[in-house]
């Protein structure tokens, strides 16, 4: 039996389930002018997946389940198969609201296909993610909690789907996203769907976010999958940027199918675009007559940029933002920015505004004004030393009472606080004026590493609308910037000489970028170190990080340069007090930074912001690692 199968990966706007709706409308009448069977439409296709808390909305919920008739209705001589909220009006959630499940709707001629040998007339999510960005257990009631409730296992409702084809009968195994990643849990959804025979074809709807290479590692585990039932496997996944607030996701597509044997057969490409795929599914032969493709990995650089610029565009569109100031300094973060948005929202929308103090040097300066000339936007200089010493002496020249004594006081400035004096004049007071005044938005230029332990000023370097490289390592930024060049422009628009030089904010002459002194952070090192705090999925601690010190395994585990470490910590005293440092800044004042900071636009396995959640709690040391620290110290 052949079956000719379009998978709907399409855009989906979150909390719009009118523009869902009709998109999926129209691809409903395009897949049908095509002859297709059926159409395969993402987890959540209707209202959105990442919604915050506007899942708690009555009101919404009716209007999403009144979208999903007119869906169904649309179903004449075609299978729909799609996501929606389903609603229990008459039972409560753990929540005590109204009870809401992650639902997969069946569809075709006018009704809902399932509710034989299932309590519902359409499928529920089994395992619900409640890692990184997903909180799912707040809002929706899992196929195990429902097992539960009627004294069941999620076996005995885990069933196939049954549907009348050609004059035969097919058995769908319906799951949603985090049920094809059961090799964590107790309860394996298809494994338990396979057992109840007749199973002739997985389908796997999903709203997934774009991590690097979660792809590949996708294709790892739905093709093990396919193989071991011996069932071929279709994902459906969306395209489109969701937001829990703090983070903002990109969703990619790449929607997939796999043969029996757990070959890929089809593969949507580009990432990043909605589409109307067309498959034809020989199910008698399990999808083997359709020869198997290589599918690219997606774990290059080449697949940031796709990410970051998709997210870019998307987002400044949602939001409404078409014009957008950026403070570059001539250094690289700064210039990787402009490069972005000059691609994503057109050169003629940016405005890039030097703002030099005594300590910038001419070197930084020029390379600030050649990045603009080679992107072809408009520029500025617009000096800040006079203001800044302004405030230093109207601080300092101006007395405060002693509410007590009557007694006269002056305050004093010390040069580090002169440092943030002239970050937060940048921003808070330059760029947003003149974001104002140009009609738009400034950004926030911050890397990974910065955000990790604070290294930047509140209300100053922090401030933006959107953090978009915040989430990529130094040594990604940089990757970055020659992609851009060699791959993106194919021409040198960020200058080389920004490439070479010493990182700095250049807020002090210690910094001096033309004497070769820059920021308080090792790159080459200090990346890896921190990588280790936040993105492992057993994240490391000091502990741990002494424990392969002492063994002479650091580099190693880190992924850094062989004999680094010795080469910046000469001693343990000194490799102690480092890692102490940036330990005590990461879980202090950073936390405090980090919540206060903008939105970040997640490529990695753990974005800071919701992804990465967090308590100001202050920095911990474990018994072991007090211990660790006596011995390569010397002390008793």
Known sequence: MKLKIALGQMEIVPGRPDLNTRTMLEMIGQARDAGAHMIIFPEMSIPGYLLGDTWEQRSFLRDCEEYGKEIIDASAHLTVLFGNVGVDWEKKGDDGRVRKYNAFFIARDGKLWGGENFPYPFRIKTLQPNYREFDDDRHFYSLRKLAQELEKTPEDLLTPVYLPVHGKQVGLGCVLCEDGWAEDYFTKPMAAIQKRGGVNLFVNISSSPFTLGKNSKRNRVFSKQARETGVPLIYVNNVGIQNNGKTVYTFDGSSTVYNKNGEVIYYSQPAFRQSLGMV????????????????????????????????????TAAIGMKKVVIGISGGIDSAVSAAMYAKAIGPENLLLVNMPSRYNSQTTRNLARQLAQNLNCSYTELPIQDSVDYTIKQIESTPVINPVTGEEFYLKITPFMSENIQARDRSARILAAVAAAFGGG???????????????????????????????????????????????????????????????????????????????????????????????????????????????????????????????????????????????????????????????????????????????????????????????????
């Open 442 to 636: 400034f950004t926030c230029n911050a890397n990974k590493a910065e955000t990790t332990v604070g290294y930047s000023t509140l209300y100053g370097d922090q401030s933006g609308f959107l953090a978009a490289i915040a989430d990529l390592w130094k040594h990604q930024v940089y990757a970055l910037a020659r992609y851009l060049n060699d791959e993106v422009y194919r021409r040198e628009v960020i200058p080389r000489g920004i490439m070479d030089i010493v990182p700095s904010a250049e807020l002090s002459f210690e910094q001096a970028v033309d004497e070769g002194k820059g920021d308080p952070i090792a790159y080459p090192y200090h990346d890896y170190l921190f990588r280790s705090f936040v993105q492992w999925w057993d994240r490391a601690t000091p502990e741990d990080i002494l424990h392969w010190y002492d063994e002479g395994v650091l580099e190693e585990k880190l992924g850094c340069r062989p004999g680094l470490v010795k080469e910046l910590f000469p001693t343990p005293g000194e490799f102690i007090a480092d890692l102490e440092r940036w330990w005590n800044l990461y879980n202090g004042i950073g936390v405090a930074k980090r919540i206060q900071a903008p939105p970040i636009l997640a490529v990695s396995r753990r974005a800071f912001g919701f992804d990465h959640r967090e308590a100001q709690n202050g920095a911990y040391y474990t018994r072991r690692y007090r211990e660790l620290k006596k011995k390569l110290l010397g002390e008793n």
């Open 280 to 315: 034809e599914l020989d199910l008698a032969s399990g999808g083997t007559a359709s020869p198997p493709l290589e599918v690219p990995e997606d774990n290059d650089i080449g697949f940031i940029y796709r990410a970051l610029h998709y997210g870019i565009k998307k987002f």
